[in-house]
Nanobody
Framework: QVQLVESGGGLVQPGGSLRLSCEVS????????VGWHRQAPGKQRELVAT???????NYADSVKGRFTISRVNAKNTVYLQMNSLKPEDTAVYYC??????WGKGTLVTVSS
């Protein structure tokens, strides 16, 4: 069974930082593109960032320059470093494998 377990979400003030982690099991992690999406109430789930097996990254324009996606294949883990957080970043963040497998999400709330 493929499992993705996100962690690291929480409450942070505007301008603050968080690092999300997603630990993956049940799949050969290293060969897949992995990524993060997010969903805010009343909005569609949207791409945040992806990283390929070769380390090529892609970011939504809304987070480019503030967020960094990375992966450590030996740990079957993908990370999302989020800096300069804004209230509009508030959402449930979901880790995914090739957009085929999804975690249950971790809530990020940016509020003063």
């Amino acid at each position: 069974q493929v499992q993705l377990v996100e962690s690291g979400g929480g409450l942070v003030q505007p301008g603050g930082s968080l690092r999300l982690s997603c630990e993956v099991s049940g799949i050969i992690f290293s060969i897949y593109t992995v990524g993060w999406h997010r969903q805010a109430p009343g909005k569609q789930r949207e791409l945040v960032a992806t990283i390929t097996r070769g380390g090529i990254t892609n970011y939504a324009d809304s987070v480019k320059g503030r967020f960094t996606i990375s992966r450590v294949n030996a740990k079957n883990t993908v990370y999302l470093q989020m800096n300069s957080l804004k209230p509009e970043d508030t959402a449930v963040y979901y880790c995914n494998i090739n957009r085929d497998y999804w975690g249950k999400g971790t809530l990020v709330t940016v509020s003063s």
